[in-house]
């Protein structure tokens, strides 16, 4: 599986952005798919998941909750997250991800910077 970010870039705070993933190779084999996020000096962190099957059930970091919005279009396999209020305090390199029985996949990142 391979996955290709897009749609990052610098941003007032309170702005907009929506993030896309686009997923190719055996994407069948995908259960969960997400969006993890690295802060400057910081750990890498979960931001939020969609299950790839049935109604697609979704999970939220709560810096995030009712701001963020995760989606997925399995027509053309991508993965979007948008990006409402943004603030300084999201300013981060950020991740699609991939889960799949035998191993986790990554994208080379985004940068989102939200200046004050």
């Known amino acids: 599986v391979q996955l290709a970010e897009s749609g990052g870039g610098l941003v007032q705070a309170g702005g907009s952005l929506k993030l896309s993933c686009a997923a190719s190779?055996?994407?069948?084999?995908?259960?969960?798919m997400g969006w993890y996020r690295q802060p400057p000096g910081k750990q890498r962190e979960m931001v939020a998941t969609i299950i790839s099957g049935g109604g697609g059930s979704t999970k939220y970091a709560d810096s995030v909750k009712g701001r963020f919005t995760i989606s997925r279009d399995n027509a053309k396999n991508t993965m979007y997250l948008q990006m409402n209020s943004l603030k300084p305090d999201d300013t981060a390199v950020y991740y699609c991800?991939?889960?799949?029985?035998?191993?986790?996949?990554w994208g080379q990142g985004t940068q989102v910077t939200v200046s004050s």
């Open positions: 991800s991939a889960k799949s029985w035998v191993r986790d996949y």
């Open positions: 190779g055996s994407t069948f084999s995908i259960n969960v």
